[in-house]
C-alpha cells in the first residue's frame, strides 16, 4: 500500500507541474503574438505620420497655408498635432 502511495503522490505532483508549464508557455504565447500585432500597428502608424509631416512640407513648399487666416490657423493645429505625435512614436528624431 505504501508503494502505491510513493509513486501515486508522485505522479499527481508530476503532472499538476506539467500542467502548470503547458498552461504558461500558452499564455507567454498568447502575448507574444500580441505583442507583435501591436508592433505591426505601431510601424504602421509611423509610416503614416511620417508621411503626412512629408506631405505637409510638400504642400506648403512656398508658405502659403502660414498665413494669419483661417487656413493657417489649421494647418499649424495639424502640424503641431503630427509633430507631437511623432515625437512620441520616435523620440529618437
Request: net charge negative; hydrophobic share 45%.
Amino acid at each position: 500500500m505504501e508503494t502505491i502511495q510513493h509513486i501515486v503522490l508522485p505522479l499527481v505532483i508530476i503532472f499538476t507541474l506539467l500542467y502548470i508549464v503547458w498552461n504558461l508557455l500558452r499564455k507567454v504565447e498568447k502575448l507574444e503574438d500580441s505583442i507583435e500585432e501591436q508592433d505591426e500597428v505601431l510601424d504602421s502608424v509611423e509610416n503614416s505620420v511620417r508621411r503626412a509631416l512629408n506631405r505637409m512640407k510638400e504642400v506648403d513648399r512656398i508658405g502659403s497655408f502660414e498665413a494669419d487666416d483661417e487656413s493657417g490657423f489649421v494647418f499649424n493645429e495639424i502640424q503641431t498635432a503630427l509633430d507631437k505625435l511623432n515625437n512620441e512614436i520616435n523620440p529618437d528624431a
